[in-house]
């Protein structure tokens, strides 16, 4: 649905340039809730406004839907852009405007019927629960309810991709979580592609299916959502995923296994059904070994437990080679790790 090839971004300023990107690819399939987490700088922004060409590429190609926007007339390219929606931190909200007419806007400047714009209105505004403040004013409005209008006009004109610039880092946890489940509702319910920037990991850990991590104009690491918190390969990607999960075993605890003489753990990562199997009685009883939990933590990602454990297992060598083998054929994804 989206495909960013070679893409590099560079501003001028003044005497200097600014790379903000620097050769980024990145594919986006249809029905995705993509997710694009970095630190502040990292080129996120910029990346995102590449995808409605509110920014153009200094080089590469921007491939939406199957067609190169490089090459389009500017009539293509309007008609392009009206099949992506965007939202933003601060709402960019028009404040002398009703509600109502906020979302009207996009309908209003595409000169559809004064019924159909009347009709389309009100349905937005009650799929995103706001049909008695139709004629309300934004000041009126909290944030949560004010990123609900933004939604509801970034829909107006039935986009296929919605583009969310930091949408809830304005937001209080709760009405951030309240706008997430909308976000789902919206790819759900009307099969619309979600490319989400934020630099909270939470964010992708409640509603992406995919992401990518940047840092300094890059993507340093990509894939399923489920996969990068497993198995974080940066360092960047792994210190995202520790303010969710603390993947790590604490120090205090390492100091504790050294002083015993425990030098070596074995990690076991299961995901899904995979994280509720009998593990430790079959190790203990099938395999004759001597097992303790160091350190374990599970999450919930999308309806989809991922399960960390660090155990000590003792006992016969042989035993213990076949019982790892026995775990990974049964999908737990087993490492020895240092302590
Ligand atoms: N219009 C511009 N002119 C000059 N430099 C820019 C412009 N927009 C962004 N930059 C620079 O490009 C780099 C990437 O910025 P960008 O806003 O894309 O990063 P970001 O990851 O979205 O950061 P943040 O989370 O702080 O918004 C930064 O060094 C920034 O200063």
Excluded at 97 to 113: E, G, Y
Excluded at 227 to 240: A, L, M, R, Y
Aim: aromatic residues 6%; hydrophobic residues 40%.
């Amino acid at each position: 649905m989206i495909e960013l090839k070679g893409i590099h971004k560079v501003y001028q300023k003044k005497n200097t340039e600014v790379q903000a990107l620097k050769g980024v690819d990145l594919s986006i399939d249809k029905g995705d809730i993509f997710g694009v987490i970095g630190y502040s700088g990292a080129g996120k922004s910029t990346l995102v406004r590449l995808v409605n060409y509110l920014e153009r590429p200094s080089q590469g190609q921007v491939i939406v839907d199957g067609a190169y926007l490089g090459n389009q007339s500017p009539h293509a390219l309007r008609q392009i852009k009206k099949q992506i929606g965007m939202i933003f931190q601060h709402f960019n909200l028009l404040e002398s405007k009703t509600i109502f007419k906020n979302v009207a806007m996009p309908l209003i400047l595409a000169k559809k019927s004064k019924q159909e714009i009347r009709s389309r209105v009100l349905e937005l505004l009650q799929f995103v629960g706001l049909e008695d403040k139709a004629s309300n004013y934004p000041s009126e409005l909290s944030g949560g309810q004010k990123q609900r209008v933004g939604i509801a006009r970034a829909l107006a004109s039935n986009p296929k991709i919605l583009l969310c610039d930091e949408a809830t880092s304005a937001l209080d946890p709760q009405t951030t979580q309240s706008i997430l489940s909308l976000l789902q509702r919206v790819n759900k319910k009307y099969g619309i592609t979600i490319m989400i920037i934020t630099h909270e990991m939470s964010v992708i850990q409640k509603i992406c299916n995919k992401v990518a991590v940047m840092e300094e104009g890059r993507v340093i690491e990509e894939g399923s959502v489920l996969d990068v918190f497993g198995h974080p390969e940066h360092e960047t990607s792994h210190k995202f995923v520790q303010t969710v999960m603390n993947t790590d075993i604490p120090s205090r605890i390492k100091e504790q296994l050294r002083q015993q003489g425990t030098h070596s753990l074995t990690k076991l990562e299961m995901v899904g059904e995979h994280a509720t199997q009998p593990i430790l009685s079959t190790l203990i009883q099938r395999f004759d070994l001597k097992v303790s939990a160091v350190f374990t933590n599970m999450i919930d990602i999308q309806n989809t437990t991922l399960a960390i454990w660090y155990l000590d297992i003792q006992g016969d060598t042989r035993n213990k080679e076949r019982a790892l083998s026995y775990l990974k054929q049964n999908d737990v994804l087993v490492k020895e790790v240092t302590v």
